[in-house]
């Protein structure tokens, strides 16, 4: 479920703002439903490894990976897949912290009302 609604939001969202918008989708999505703190992790890491890296070859692949073999080339990188990986990852690692402080912020704001 945390999947889907990650993927599905993050998709949308991201057609409009700017891609940092996965941390407010994941850190809401996880502090609302995030059942485990391994869910909260895996799940947005996963959603939007697939998303970025479907989003990434949609738009490289028509055009014969033109745009993102010259970006390898500025990080004397020598494969264009090795840029898709770092940005798929770093993407993916971002989700992830953002959807545990987000479960993490749940369980705290539970524990304060229960202990008051």
Known sequence: MVFLVILIASFLLQ????????VIISFATCGLIGKTAKVSIWQPFFAIVLLW??????????NHNLLV?????MFTLHAWWLILLI???LG??????????????R???LVKKSNT
């Open 15 to 22: 057609l409009i703002l700017p891609w940092w918008v996965i």
């Open 53 to 62: 890296t479907g989003m990434a070859l949609y738009k490289s692949l028509p």
């Open 69 to 73: 073999s010259r970006v390898a080339e």
């Open 87 to 89: 940005s798929v990852v």
């Open 92 to 105: 993916g690692f971002v989700a992830a912290i953002s959807g545990y402080c987000g479960y993490h912020f």
């Open 107 to 109: 369980k705290a704001v």
